[in-house]
């Protein structure tokens, strides 16, 4: 069964440096999320991404946010500069239609000291 | 702003019976409804939807009820089985949030054998 990957489970990185988190949709997806949990907290939505380029971000998705799909499979998202407050699961999703489920990633843990 | 509601934070159910879960929205654009289930240390994963012109899903032991006038939904598990023991969210969409979907807080679902 089809799946989405992300690399690395869990990172640990001191405040102030950049992280880049990466994922594999699935194959023949054509919309891509970043969603992030924050321990205890509800799932929430950072972009969403659709023929290269962001369709919609929220106010989390500040200018120390990016995301890339630097080639046909892989689409990351970096953190310029964290914060202790970036700490949080990041998950990312795709799907192949717009609006329809989407299919979530295992997860990146994002830990922030 | 929290758009989608899930009140209760935790539910216990003996095996066997059924669980229901249940969830509120605020915006009366949403027009698509999905249930995810997580289990610890890993992502949603797609449980069942329902659009706004039904009132009904059913997929084996999992339904999904649609109350759009008192917008509500709800998850049926009949039978609950150990294994159903996991955080439950809500989630929704409106054609104009995009691709954008909206979590509740979760559910954690426990059934008791």
């Known amino acids: 069964e089809p799946e989405v990957t992300q690399t690395p489970s869990h990172q640990v990185t001191q405040m102030g440096q950049e992280v880049i988190l990466r994922c594999v949709p699935i194959?023949?997806?054509?919309?891509f999320y970043w969603y992030r949990q924050i321990l205890g907290q509800k799932v929430e939505f950072l972009v969403s991404?659709?023929?290269?380029?962001?369709?919609?971000k929220s106010e989390i998705f500040d200018d120390q946010f990016s995301v890339e799909r630097p080639d046909g499979s892989n689409f990351t998202l970096k953190i310029r500069s964290t914060k202790l407050e970036d700490s949080a699961m990041y998950f990312c999703?795709?799907?192949?239609?717009?609006?329809?489920?989407?299919?979530f990633g295992q997860g990146t843990r994002l830990t922030v000291v | 702003d929290q758009q989608v509601k899930q009140n209760s934070p935790s539910l216990s159910v003996q095996e066997g019976r059924i669980s229901i879960l249940n969830c509120d929205y605020t915006n009366s654009m949403f027009d698509y409804f999905l249930w995810y289930k997580k289990y610890p240390a890993e992502g949603p994963t797609f449980l069942i939807s329902?659009?706004?012109?039904?009132d009904k899903n059913e997929d084996g032991r999992f339904t999904v009820f649609l109350n759009k006038s008192a917008k509500h939904l709800s998850l049926h598990i009949v039978p609950s089985q150990p294994g159903d023991s996991a955080v439950y969210f809500c989630?929704?969409?409106?054609?104009?949030?995009?691709?954008?979907?909206?979590f509740g807080t979760g559910t954690s679902l426990t059934v008791i054998p």
């Open positions: 329902i659009s706004s012109i039904k």
């Open positions: 991404f659709y023929n290269n380029e962001i369709s919609e």
């Open positions: 999703a795709s799907s192949d239609l717009r609006g329809t489920e989407a299919f």
């Open positions: 194959s023949n997806h054509l919309y």
């Open positions: 989630a929704a969409s409106a054609e104009n949030t995009g691709n954008q979907f909206y």
